[in-house]
């Protein structure tokens, strides 16, 4: 275990935890834990990062930590936000971290219920896009093409067979007043928006791409390649929508194409090359789409009417 020189310079999401080598959603924590620092009290969701964090009688977490089930940290959060509201305190953060699993799909009703109620609560996603604590099951962040336990491939199936949600416009669209999407391989636009959204008075929402090796089937020595190639192929994207604006953080000038990233994975080893055009045209669309959202979209030839 290797400690900072300054005692109070160590990291507040230790060293020493079980992630696996490489593992993305553990980087995560670390960059968020260390941004947000110690004024903050954390409500973790089940999963990987609850497993691998708090395992009786050793804890990774140096900050305030509450252990939820994987369908209410919302509520819990809202509780100890009431909790504090209470006592006057106005400075302490209170943080959900959850994964896509807990935030997607199982937890998704308490957590846009926290949402429509407007509590101060930040909510941190990490989304590996699967369920890996439980065997790498799809999640709905699991996008096209993947092959999962529950996505199988085979003579009919040919991995997943819908698109991911697009979670940050369904958190954008309760009226947040904030919503962005970050990723581990850009720390300083994920600090940026991280210290963005805990001084906002109300329920704000990031998401960081962070990618798992075991789960997506790569090395874990290139888990920050893999994440910086998700954006450089216009396949995860960094944006945030404040008050209902849309604004691109990082727009690629010579985007990679799609298949660099996919063939780095052996979840999407099984791909054709008509899967390979779908995904690239996807990722074309949603690009085209989020530069309008931002305007920035190169304006459109004006349409004589016909006669």
């Not at 005692?7 to 553990?26: D, F, I, N, R």
Request: some cysteine; aromatic content about 10%.
């Amino acid at each position: 275990m290797v400690f900072m020189s300054n005692q109070s310079e160590m990291h507040l999401y230790a060293p020493g935890h079980s992630g696996c080598p490489g593992c993305g959603p553990s980087n995560a924590l670390i960059q968020v834990c260390d941004t947000l620092g110690k004024d903050i009290i954390v409500v973790n969701a089940t999963g990987c990062m609850e497993i691998t964090s708090s395992q009786y009688p050793q804890t990774a977490w140096r900050v305030p930590y509450i252990h939820s089930l994987f369908e209410n940290a919302p509520a819990v959060a809202s509780g100890v936000a009431a909790a504090l509201r209470a006592q006057g305190n106005n400075h302490t953060k209170v943080v959900v971290i959850a994964g896509d699993g807990a935030t997607y799909d199982i937890g998704f009703g308490s957590f846009s219920g926290m949402m429509d109620r407007g509590e101060n609560v930040l909510y941190v996603c990490y989304d590996n896009q699967l369920y890996a604590n439980t065997g790498v099951q799809k999640s709905g962040a699991t996008p096209y093409g993947a092959e999962t336990t529950t996505t199988i491939v085979g003579k009919v199936h040919k991995g997943k067979e819908t698109e991911r949600k697009q979670i940050v416009e369904i958190a954008a669209a309760h009226g947040i007043p904030y919503a962005a999407s970050a990723s581990i391989a850009y720390y300083a636009d994920l600090q940026m928006k991280l210290r963005k959204a805990k001084a906002i008075n109300g329920t704000t929402f990031v998401t960081i791409d962070a990618p798992c090796c075991l789960g997506a089937g790569f090395d874990g020595g290139i888990t920050f390649k893999v994440a910086k190639l998700a954006v450089q192929s216009r396949l995860w994207f960094l944006f945030e929508v404040e008050n209902g604006k849309y604004k691109l953080n990082f727009n690629p000038a010579n985007p990679k194409p799609v298949r660099e990233y996919l063939e780095l994975q052996k979840r999407f080893k099984h791909l054709s090359e008509e899967q390979f055009d779908h995904i690239q045209r996807q990722a074309n669309l949603t690009y085209e789409v989020l530069l309008e959202k931002s305007g920035m979209a190169s304006p459109k030839p004006e349409q004589k009417p016909s006669q």
